[in-house]
Each structure stands twice: as C-alpha cells, then as structure tokens.
C-alpha cells in the first residue's frame, strides 16, 4: 500500500508561482506512473500532469510551459512547479500513483490507485 501527502498548496495573485510537493511512503517501489490532477467547482477532475519512473512526462495543453513535473525517487517525492498562475488554475490538485508507466497529455494510462488528499490551490 502507498500513502501519499501533497503540500505546497496557497493563494497567490494571477501571474504568481507555487510549488506543490507530494510525500510518498508505503510501498512505494511499486509506483510508476504518477501525476497530478486537480478538481475546480463544478468541473470534473483532469488530469495535468503525469511523469512515469524513467522521468518521461506529459502535460495537459493548458498547463504546458507554465507547470513542471518532477518526482526524486529517492526522496519518494513528486513535484509540480506553477508559474504565471491564473484564475483558472484554482483548483483542489491530487496527486496521484499507479504501478504501471504510461502517460500522455498530463494523464497516467491507467487509473491512478493511490491518491492524496489534496491541496488547494487559489488564484485571484
């Protein structure tokens, strides 16, 4: 089993920059593929960036060069960088695992297993 913990979460004016973290402990091993996904009111939940073990990435159109995606294996950790944040990037963020790779457009293949609590992200 895989637990995981974000963080990093704020508000921030439109233009501003947060970095989300996300802790993982458990099994962690077994994670491939893991992304982040946020959720904004009223809106289904997307995914916008995923990484796969190899450090492969892939990003949803409306995040890419403005948001990285990183993960230190070594440190259980995933990352995302925001910059030039907008109102429309306020959203609950999740992140998310799953133990087999494969990603395209900011999404994991496979439906992630393991999900976080989330942390809230809001810009104005």
């Known amino acids: 089993h895989v637990q995981l913990v974000e963080s990093g979460g704020g508000s921030v004016q439109a233009g501003g920059s947060l970095r989300l973290s996300c802790a993982a402990s458990g099994h962690t091993i077994s994670m491939r593929c893991m992304g982040w996904y946020r959720q904004a009111p009223g809106k289904e939940r997307e995914g916008i960036a995923a990484?796969?073990?190899?450090?492969?990435?892939s990003y949803i159109d409306s995040v890419k060069g403005r948001f990285t995606i990183s993960r230190d294996n070594a440190k259980d950790t995933l990352y995302l960088e925001m910059n030039s944040l907008e109102l429309e990037d306020t959203a609950m963020y999740y992140c998310?695992?799953?133990?087999?790779?494969?990603?395209?457009?900011?999404?994991?293949?496979?439906?992630?297993?393991?999900w976080g609590r989330g942390t809230q992200v809001t810009v104005s």
């Open positions: 990484i796969e073990r190899d450090g492969r990435k």
């Open positions: 998310a695992a799953v133990e087999v790779d494969g990603s395209s457009g900011g999404t994991c293949y496979y439906e992630p297993r393991y």
